[in-house]
């Protein structure tokens, strides 16, 4: 099946700094990439959908000053979690989408805010 | 709006033994599809099965397949000569087709399932 990759996998942070997390398709071109937070035990949530070369598309609560999405080539998206604050720690996944209706899902990122 | 209900929070399975995880989902679509996924404790999500709901035949990958009841809205996912590789999260998923925005998944909320030896 279709490899999606992620980087890094777990990153420690200071409360206020930036941290960036990439998204990559290895072996085909995504049109659409996803971006997901995952609490403990419990299910994924859509944060936003984002297209090659457009604004990336919301979920409703969520911050976009706060998650800047990028999606700038069909092989690349970036999640930027601005100012970071310990509430901000999580598992963030990201998923993949060719043409079709499966989405491919990278390993996932933990994310640690001191 | 959609919803995928999965009533299962946890279930064990005795290895080589067969397992049905349980999913109802509501939704007034016609057109969509429907996901199993498994999230093992790696915790990359891997895709199980999936089924295009106007197809009437189950969908099946080796000992994986599943019950589509439309009229129901239910659909099962059954795990035949149980390993020990398949402990992990379940998460059930519906995608409504749409056309000029993005399909979106709406995931349920899981069901935890050990194979036990």
């Known amino acids: 099946g279709a490899v999606v990759s992620q980087h890094p996998s777990r990153v420690i942070c200071k409360s206020g700094t930036s941290v960036k997390i990439e998204c990559r398709s290895l072996d085909f071109q995504a049109t659409t990439m996803f971006w997901y937070r995952q609490f403990p035990k419990q299910s994924l949530m859509l944060m936003a959908t984002?297209?090659?070369?457009?604004?990336?598309?919301?979920e409703q609560g969520v911050e976009k000053d706060k998650f800047l999405i990028n999606h700038a080539s069909l092989t690349l998206s970036t999640l930027t979690v601005t100012s970071a604050h310990p509430e901000d720690s999580s598992f963030y996944i990201c998923s993949a989408r060719e043409g079709g209706y499966t989405q491919y899902f990278g390993p996932g990122t933990r994310l640690t805010v001191l | 709006a959609q919803t995928v209900t999965q009533s299962q929070p946890e279930m064990s399975v005795q290895e080589a033994e067969t397992v049905t995880l349980s999913c109802t989902y509501d939704t007034s679509e016609n057109n969509y599809y429907l996901f199993w996924y498994k999230q093992p404790p790696s915790r990359q999500m891997i895709l199980v099965i999936r089924?295009?709901?106007?197809?009437?035949q189950n969908a099946t990958e080796n000992r994986f397949s599943v019950n589509f009841q439309k009229a129901a809205k239910s659909f099962s996912l059954k795990i035949s000569d149980s390993q020990l590789g398949d402990t992990a999260m379940y998460f059930c998923a519906f995608m409504k087709l749409s056309t000029g925005t993005a399909s979106k998944l709406t995931f349920g909320t899981g069901t935890r399932l050990q194979v036990t030896l």
């Open positions: 984002s297209n090659e070369g457009s604004k990336a598309t919301y």
């Open positions: 089924q295009e709901a106007y197809k009437q």
